[in-house]
């Protein structure tokens, strides 16, 4: 079973972020807050899905749907 990335998450569902499936844009999240163990609930979508808004480490954090796929959650 593949695992599920916080571009599948409903608005205001929580998740744990377990790992990241793209090492170059890790690091870029790392920067922002995304830690492995944090954890992450979906605020909002733009009107056609993309971009997404995220409350993580006390924060909303806009980012595209792609980079969002490259986030692997634990529920």
């Given at each position: ?6 571009a599948?998450?409903k608005?205001?569902?929580r ?23 944090a ?23 806009a ?10 959650i634990d529920?």
């Open positions: 079973m593949s695992k599920r990335s916080v599948d998450l608005i205001g569902e998740a744990t972020i377990e790992s990241f499936n793209n090492q170059l844009m890790s690091l870029k999240l790392l920067e922002m807050g995304c830690l492995p163990g954890e992450v609930c979906l605020h909002s979508k733009a009107p056609l899905g993309d971009p997404i808004c995220l409350n993580v480490a006390g924060y909303c954090l980012m595209r749907k792609s980079e969002a796929a490259t986030i692997l529920n």
